[in-house]
């Protein structure tokens, strides 16, 4: 099945334990699939994680688990961040040059692969105790109310983060609100069966919104190693054009971030939780029937 409600779930709890433990199996699928390279197989892992971490906010409301296990996969997703982060920033150097009109070419250089393939085995073990665990979790508690109550949470900080994104114009500020655009995106696509005629737009554009937050991010990291260490980029690297190159990328970013960003985040939380709850209780009338 997909991320998403099924009509074969007995009850919305059953569901969300469901959709969990699939993308559970799917983290230590991916982790451990040995036919693809360590970065993909660190790519889809922490995919997974962002997954379960929408997730787990949808259903904040009724699952008293929420704390523990949030934080439990936010760890196990940091520890393989060190594998990836310096491969992003090294292609986004790349694509940023590409856009100035001095395009390189290099040969990626990742870490090394032994490294890679320890954090991906400690990571499938982590799964596999949160798995162990799912069994246990209360989920008598979760139901369509606390579905629409759990989106307006996460859709309140996505407001506020905003807010605070064009209010401070930090670096810092723009990936918080990178953070919630990416689990509201991730809970429309949760949720996008329930509207099937209407939600998919919205969705693409919270998709939208959060690749381009994304982009910003990547280049706030680029542009703070040309600031401390522009040799790990190589050693002719031009570090006074690369930082001019970054400022105005980002500014250019940051004007199609906001006109996204208004209407993503257009909506009052209270209507956007009373507009899902009567999509949420039209899509089980509908389930019923059929």
């Not at 991320?3 to 983290?27: H, N, P, Y």
Request: hydrophobic fraction near 40%; charged fraction near 30%.
């Amino acid at each position: 099945m997909g991320f998403e409600w099924s009509r074969d779930d007995v009850t919305v709890g059953d569901g969300f334990l469901r959709i969990a433990r699939e993308q559970i199996g799917k983290a230590i699928a991916g982790a451990e699939n040995i036919h693809e390279a360590p970065e993909q197989r660190v790519h889809e892992a922490r995919r997974r994680c962002k997954k379960l971490r929408a997730l787990f906010r949808l259903v904040r409301p009724g699952f008293a688990g929420f704390v523990a296990e949030d934080a439990f996969v936010r760890d196990a997703s940091r520890h393989l961040a060190a594998a990836r982060d310096m491969r992003v920033t090294r292609a986004t150097y790349a694509d940023l040059m590409s856009w100035a009109g001095r395009p390189i070419a290099w040969a990626a250089e990742p870490p090394g692969p032994e490294q890679e393939t320890g954090l991906l085995r400690d990571f499938a073990d982590r799964m596999r105790e949160l798995d162990g665990r799912s069994g246990a979790w209360r989920i008598d508690r979760i139901d369509l109310g606390t579905l629409a109550a759990g989106l307006r949470h996460t859709y309140r900080r996505g407001r506020h983060t905003r807010r605070e994104a064009q209010r401070r114009r930090t670096d810092e500020a723009f990936h918080e609100w990178r953070k919630y655009s990416k689990y509201h995106w991730n809970q429309l696509g949760l949720l996008e069966d329930c509207a099937g005629e209407i939600l998919p737009s919205a969705h693409k554009c919270a998709g939208d919104l959060a690749d381009l937050l994304g982009v910003h991010h990547d280049l706030a990291v680029l542009q703070g190693l040309l600031s401390t260490a522009p040799t790990d980029l190589g050693a002719d690297v031009d570090v006074s054009f690369a930082i001019d190159a970054t400022d105005r990328r980002q500014t250019e970013i940051e004007a199609r971030i906001a006109t996204l960003g208004r209407q993503v985040f257009a909506e009052k939380p209270k209507a956007i939780e009373a507009r899902f709850s009567a999509y949420l209780e039209g899509w089980m009338r509908r389930e019923a029937a059929e």
